[in-house]
Structure formats: C-alpha cells, structure tokens
C-alpha cells in the first residue's frame, strides 16, 4: 500500500491547512467526554489529536500513525501519546479506549474491514467508535472545469492501483456491519464554499495540492501528463478568482456504539 500524497513539506502545509477547515465540526460530532482514554487510528501530523484533547477535562490521546516521518513533524501536546504503528493490527488489549476514531485513513490502507474490525475489538462496550472518509465522486465546482474533472478521475484511478479506495466513504454502513456493529448511524460533514465566503480560496487551494502531491505517480502511471495536470491547475486557480465561482462536497460519517 502506497499513500498517494506523500509526506514531502508541502503535503504537510496542504494537511495542516485541510485541518483548519474541517476539525471543528469533526470534533463536536465525536462528543469527547471528560476523563475519556481516546485513540485516534491514522493521527498524521496530531493536529486533530490536539483538538479532541482539549475538547473535554482530563482526555488523553493515543494518535496511531504509520509514517514516521508525520510522526517527526505532529503537534506537540501533554495530553498526546503517538505511536508508530499499523491500522492494520493496533498493539492494544481489546476493550482498551472510551472512544475511537478515524479520519481520512480508510481510503489509505489495503483493508479497510481490518482496520475497522480492530477499531471495534479496541473499543471498550458502551465506547463510541466513528470514522469519516472520502468518497471523492462528490466533488462538484462550478464554471465546470473539465480538465480538472478529467484529472480528479485519473487520481481516483491511480489511488486504486496503489492499492487504496478514494471511494470508500459509501461503503461505511457495510464495512461497520461487518465487523460486528449495531446501530450505526450515517451522516455527512458538508464543505460547501463560494465565491466570498471564508473557506473558499483555501478548499480550492486544497483541491490543487491534492493533485500536485500525486503529479508524479500521476505522470509514471501513463494516467495523465503534465499537460493535462498544468490545465487542471490553471482552471482551479482560475476559480479562486471568478465572481460566480462555487464548490460543494461533503464527507462521508459513520457512528457506532460498541
């Protein structure tokens, strides 16, 4: 399994900034209690991590990570243990946490069931277990950008032959069935952003980094050149601009109680 964006610098900046637009309703939606022994599955540079540790009294986080580089570059936090380890087989006694969590991971790993069947067995009864994830054919901008469009297809593609799914958000009821959960409930976290409102230049903005983290792989692959990358870019920076411009996506969100 190779991650598709990297963890060049400027990844971490596209991370960081991804961070800032969308924590705070990612947060209230976990219902952080106080006191509660948390884990978070892929912790990546522990932004979030820091966030749900201030959320309530007394939390402490445990933030799982298979990149030692993010792990060198996370936010520095008392209330923040990081682990370097894999999704796949976290090294946890079972019913160890009161709440666990994923963010933007599933799409990243070979065995999306695994990993949310060891989120399950970590979970103490009565925990909270919730996850959001990308289903990228919900992406819309208006003007069209058809070169964009083109590309964003070619990314789904080449994430799935490195062995991910950018799609995987629609099968979250199913994956969470599976590994033995009840009363699941699904939900959307929405980026919806236009033309003058705060979050706009910087979605956009992370619309680009998306592609310019996998421009390479993107360009070995044979999925696109750098021709039709150039023109992708040139129509989403063209959009910060435009006075009609718009973008609409949302994540995908599922809740369970062990």
Same mark, same amino acid.
């Given at each position: 399994?190779?991650?598709?964006?990297?963890?060049?610098?400027?990844?971490?900046?596209?991370?960081?900034?991804?961070?800032?637009?969308?924590?705070?309703?990612?947060?209230?939606?976990?219902?952080?209690?106080?006191?509660?022994?948390?884990?978070?599955?892929?912790?990546? =540079?522990?932004?979030?991590?820091?966030?749900?540790?201030?959320?309530?009294?007394?939390?402490?986080?445990?933030?799982?990570?298979?990149?030692?580089?993010?792990? !060198?570059? !996370?936010?520095?936090?008392?209330?923040?243990?990081?682990?370097?380890?894999?999704?796949?087989?976290?090294?946890?006694?079972?019913?160890?946490?009161? =709440?666990?969590?994923?963010?933007?991971?599933?799409?990243?790993?070979?065995?999306?069931?695994?990993?949310?069947?060891?989120?399950?067995?970590? #979970?103490?009864?009565?925990?909270?277990?919730?996850?959001?994830?990308?289903?990228?054919?919900?992406?819309?901008?208006?003007?069209?950008?058809?070169?964009?469009?083109?590309?964003?297809?070619?990314?789904?593609?080449?994430?799935?032959?490195?062995?991910?799914? #950018?799609?995987?958000?629609?099968? =979250?009821?199913?994956?969470?069935?599976?590994?033995?959960?009840?009363?699941?409930?699904?939900?959307?976290?929405?980026?919806?952003?236009?033309?003058?409102?705060?979050?706009?230049?910087?979605?956009?903005?992370?619309?680009?980094?998306?592609?310019?983290? +996998?421009?390479?792989?993107?360009?070995?692959?044979?999925?696109?050149?750098?021709?039709?990358?150039?023109? +992708?870019?040139?129509? =989403?920076?063209?959009?910060?601009?435009?006075?009609?411009?718009?973008?609409?996506?949302?994540?995908?969100? !599922?809740?369970?109680?062990?």
């Amino acid at each position: 399994m190779t991650y598709i964006h990297g963890t060049e610098p400027s990844e971490q900046e596209r991370l960081a900034a991804l961070n800032r637009l969308t924590n705070a309703p990612f947060v209230r939606f976990l219902g952080v209690t106080k006191g509660a022994r948390v884990l978070e599955v892929g912790s990546g =540079l522990g932004i979030l991590a820091a966030e749900v540790a201030a959320a309530a009294e007394d939390v402490h986080v445990v933030g799982v990570e298979g990149a030692a580089a993010q792990l !060198a570059a !996370a936010v520095s936090d008392p209330r923040v243990e990081y682990v370097l380890g894999d999704a796949h087989t976290l090294r946890f006694p079972d019913a160890s946490f009161d =709440l666990v969590y994923g963010r933007y991971i599933l799409e990243h790993v070979s065995d999306p069931e695994r990993v949310v069947g060891e989120m399950h067995r970590v #979970a103490r009864v009565g925990a909270r277990v919730a996850v959001c994830e990308n289903d990228v054919s919900l992406m819309r901008v208006d003007p069209p950008c058809p070169a964009f469009d083109e590309v964003w297809r070619a990314f789904q593609r080449h994430q799935h032959a490195l062995g991910g799914d #950018a799609l995987v958000g629609r099968r =979250l009821f199913r994956l969470f069935r599976h590994v033995g959960f009840s009363a699941i409930e699904l939900s959307v976290q929405p980026d919806v952003h236009w033309q003058g409102s705060p979050g706009f230049p910087g979605w956009i903005h992370n619309l680009i980094g998306n592609i310019e983290s +996998a421009r390479a792989g993107l360009v070995r692959s044979g999925l696109c050149d750098q021709m039709q990358i150039e023109a +992708a870019v040139d129509e =989403l920076t063209a959009l910060v601009e435009h006075p009609d411009a718009s973008s609409q996506f949302v994540w995908n969100r !599922a809740l369970a109680i062990r």
